[in-house]
């Protein structure tokens, strides 16, 4: 069954119309105050639950926190006004100024012909996606802008701990910064989350940690490239002055350095730099030079240099020096291999890879959450690359609120279905039943995928679908008097219906699955666009997800740390003398083998170094099976684990993958790695991949740890490398 439509708690003073919002802790609905000098206008009203949260201290500390922010927001233009706060019975309210309005520029919520069921709020996300790149002067206004609201912030102790183009929003044409969700006093600010590619390498929480956010959006403005590809540089046509472009750049290597103490020292200090160059002049002194921040410019001046005189990239680009890499602490996976050209991220409003996770790597941030799900290994062979549907127990995926604003529409994705002889096995539904705007069934070997627009409801069939294949779908929906309704298998469009008129405004749920008899098979790459994709970019699209990558392949490493390896007596004993690790064998009746500390209260470390000799790595995929244990408040017994995993492509300097162990250890939860190495530590002749555990808290005699390394399972291989050589 879907999803029911929440229903509005009430507010005083206000007439809540719809939800138009959703995050990890509460809901937005669109409001109108009826009392007061305020009667008859529109607010953005945010309530917060108290079931959103696991106790009553961190529900608590929000509420703080955020009446701690409503003055700073008052007294601040460059935040959206917070205008009163108030709580119920499980909950809390804050009252916003509503954004500008998305789908009808002209018409702002003052106005009289202002229609609530047409209502978008207009953010940054939004031009990001109908924009290759914004102007160099917007770039400076807008983050000028937020570099102030944020020093407003920082100057009354608290961080906003979620900057992103999402969270900015327009208000009367004017940027502004937004949602205070997850506003943290410094002190407090450590349990707070982020999204994944504005975190920094220490994480969350600090003054520093929203700068390099903001200096991630900037560099979204500046290139028109997603966060996951930070720090990238693309290639440019000269229609910018190369020294403004690197001076930019340089900003953003000032914002976004790896270490917070060589970022800017403090958000005013950032937002002078910005003034600076909107007035041509030069940028401050650097407090510190930095060789990392010296290698960034090297390696960004080089690819403007060429890109802007020869409208090409630099060749040997590998021999380069390194960039500064991205959060190191490893979050989701951006995106899959080959996911296809940047151009076709225009209007893109969600896309799920569901390689490992079901967060949204669009940038509008619409995570969803699963349940009965699997993971399994994908289309181009990488492990946990692909979300795994049973029709036994329900599977489903469930997006609380996802808005379409249209007035076009696409959807694609692969599937792979393991029976296609079936009644109706729902694949994606924005709640179709109550309203929704798209939907896709299988029924007995036929795909229909279904739109409706205010010109009433429109189907389009693909007569057959295989089982135990993997097959690219979309359905599109050309909005018009002449529009029409496209299926597309496998990039090529194989049938057409008419469809008129246009989808509107509908932030419905979204659903995958949950319909009985429910759809059993393997779903990826799950894309939904505003706008109808043309026959060039469905063909783009297609070969971009299709294109199998060169065929890696396993390879030996010189000190081989696998159980059937080291029997040695003498062996064990060196790595527990000079490494801190030993094996153990748990006597569960199960047999389990694993590397552990052998030491508690000691990091323990295990290095692999596998040598290529000549050739060059040019691609890698890392396997690992790794898990730590808290059982600090367990009555199995005492003690906690944490683990950390990283790479490098010289053995000197390392890039985390998977960090429990920095700044401060985080006890608990399991260190698998089934993706791609960053790029970072590929190019070179050698790679190595390093393993560190710390235990506290055992008893003396225990025979279990709660760090393990690379258990022995029949799963497959608890540590694996494959590679691909560059020609």
């Not at 009553?56 to 700073?72: G, I, M």
Request: charged content about 20%; proline content about 8%.
């Amino acid at each position: 069954m879907p999803k029911p439509t929440p229903t509005p708690p009430e507010i005083p003073g206000h007439t809540l119309h719809r939800q138009i919002g959703a995050g990890g802790y509460g809901t937005v609905w669109l409001a109108q105050s009826n009392a007061g000098t305020d009667t008859g206008v529109w607010r953005a009203i945010k309530v917060v639950r108290r079931d959103a949260f696991g106790s009553d201290k961190p529900y608590l500390r929000e509420l703080r926190a955020v009446q701690a922010a409503a003055p700073v927001a008052r007294e601040t233009p460059e935040l959206a006004t917070l205008h009163e706060t108030g709580e119920g019975d499980g909950w809390f309210y804050c009252t916003l100024d509503l954004a500008d309005n998305a789908i009808a520029d002209d018409l702002d919520s003052n106005s009289e012909d202002f229609n609530p069921e047409n209502y978008t709020p207009r953010t940054l996300a939004q031009q990001l996606d109908t924009h290759d790149r914004l102007p160099f002067a917007d770039c400076l206004h807008i983050a000028e802008t937020l570099a102030t609201a944020l020093g407003a912030l920082h100057a009354r102790g608290l961080v906003h701990c979620d900057v992103k183009p999402s969270n900015i929003i327009y208000i009367a044409g004017q940027p502004r910064l937004a949602d205070v969700g997850l506003v943290r006093t410094e002190s407090s600010a450590a349990t707070a989350v982020g999204t994944a590619g504005y975190v920094p390498p220490e994480g969350v929480g600090r003054p520093a940690g929203d700068l390099f956010a903001l200096g991630v959006a900037l560099y979204e403005m500046a290139t028109g490239r997603d966060r996951m590809e930070f720090p990238s540089f693309p290639t440019l046509s000269g229609e910018e002055r190369t020294d403004q472009l690197l001076a930019l750049n340089e900003v953003i290597v000032r914002a976004c350095h790896p270490e917070p103490t060589r970022r800017y020292p403090s958000a005013e200090a950032m937002a002078e730099d910005l003034r600076r160059l909107a007035q041509g002049r030069p940028l401050a002194p650097q407090r510190r030079p930095a060789l990392w921040a010296i290698a960034a410019g090297i390696l960004l001046f080089t690819a403007v240099a060429w890109s802007v005189l020869n409208d090409s990239p630099p060749e040997n680009s590998h021999d380069a020096p390194a960039a500064p890499a991205a959060p190191a602490a490893k979050l989701p996976a951006p995106d899959a291999p080959h996911a296809g050209p940047a151009t076709l991220a225009k209007n893109l409003i969600g896309y799920y890879p569901f390689h490992g996770d079901t967060r949204d790597h669009s940038r509008h941030g619409h995570h969803a959450v699963a349940q009965h799900i699997t993971w399994a290994t994908d289309r181009l062979g990488i492990a946990h690359g692909a979300l795994q549907m049973t029709g036994r127990k329900i599977s489903r995926v469930d997006v609380s609120s996802f808005p379409v604003n249209g007035p076009g529409l696409s959807f694609c994705f692969w599937l792979h279905p393991f029976d296609t002889i079936c009644f109706n096995h729902q694949l994606v539904s924005h709640n179709w039943a109550n309203g929704g705007a798209f939907k896709a069934e299988l029924r007995n070997g036929r795909l229909t995928g279904s739109f409706r627009s205010d010109d009433g409801e429109h189907e389009v069939t693909i007569e057959t679908i295989r089982s135990h294949a993997w097959q690219h779908v979309a359905f599109t929906f050309t909005p018009g008097e002449n529009g029409e309704a496209v299926a597309w298998l496998n990039g090529q469009a194989i049938a057409r219906s008419p469809a008129t008129g246009r989808i509107g405004a509908s932030p419905h749920p979204l659903t995958l699955g949950a319909q009985p008899p429910g759809y059993a098979g393997l779903l990826e790459n799950l894309r939904i666009y505003n706008r109808a994709l043309d026959a060039p970019e469905m063909k783009a699209l297609h070969q971009a997800e299709s294109a199998p990558p060169a065929s890696p392949r396993s390879v030996d490493w010189d000190f081989n740390y696998q159980f059937q390896s080291v029997q040695n007596p003498i062996a064990l004993r060196y790595l527990a003398a000079t490494n801190n690790v030993k094996r153990i064998t748990e006597d569960d009746g199960k047999g389990i083998t694993y590397w552990a500390p052998a030491r508690d209260r000691e990091v323990g470390t295990l290095t692999y170094r596998f040598p290529f000799g000549p050739r060059r790595v040019r691609r890698a995929h890392f396997s690992c099976w790794s898990h730590s244990w808290d059982f600090e408040a367990s009555q199995r017994g005492n003690g906690r684990g944490a683990i950390a995993l990283a790479a490098s492509r010289d053995g000197k300097n390392w890039t985390w993958l998977h960090d429990q162990l920095r700044p401060q250890p985080k006890w608990g939860g399991a260190a698998f790695y089934f993706e791609d190495l960053p790029a970072e530590t590929l190019g070179g002749t050698n790679l190595w991949l390093r393993v560190q555990m710390l235990t506290t808290n055992l008893p003396p005699d225990a025979t279990y740890s709660t760090a393990h390394h690379a258990e022995s399972k029949t799963i497959g291989p608890a540590f694996e490398l494959k590679v691909v050589f560059e020609k």
